[in-house]
């Protein structure tokens, strides 16, 4: 079976931020001409996580305050305390909790998605930074 990698940079603000990837992803898919298969969204970092919501201002203002309530920001994390200067400890425990990655089947060269599913990356970290995402299309 085929598989093709694409790169994708974003610049993100951090902060719980969300940015979708729906139509990223989906001209993805469409470059490769792979009729039906697997797509996996991966970031490549800690403290960031790809997932799937109905991406709508309700649901992102409250994945925020879900986050800030469930891993709150806190000088006291040991990784905060062991490197002077971080302040992130809790941006590497979101992400390890969302994960890195997802796999969406598709079919006819279309993303099998339900109609309200979005796919978005979180940027949990403290400040900006550009976040590498990799789209790889397995399929025939």
Partial sequence: MPVKTIQVSLQM???SRIENMTKTVEEAV?????????????????????MIIEDEPGIRSDTKTFWDQAIPADPHWQHNARNP??????????GQLQGPS???PFSRGALLLGTWQQIVLIDFDTRARTREVIIQVLGE
Avoid: M, P, Y
């Fill in 85 to 94: 200067g971080e302040d992130n400890g809790h941006s590497h425990l979101r």
């Fill in 30 to 50: 469409a470059g490769t001409n792979l009729q039906a298969g697997l797509v996996t969204v991966f970031v490549k970092h800690t403290t960031a996580s790809v």
């Fill in 13 to 15: 603000t951090g902060d």
């Fill in 102 to 104: 997802l796999t969406i």
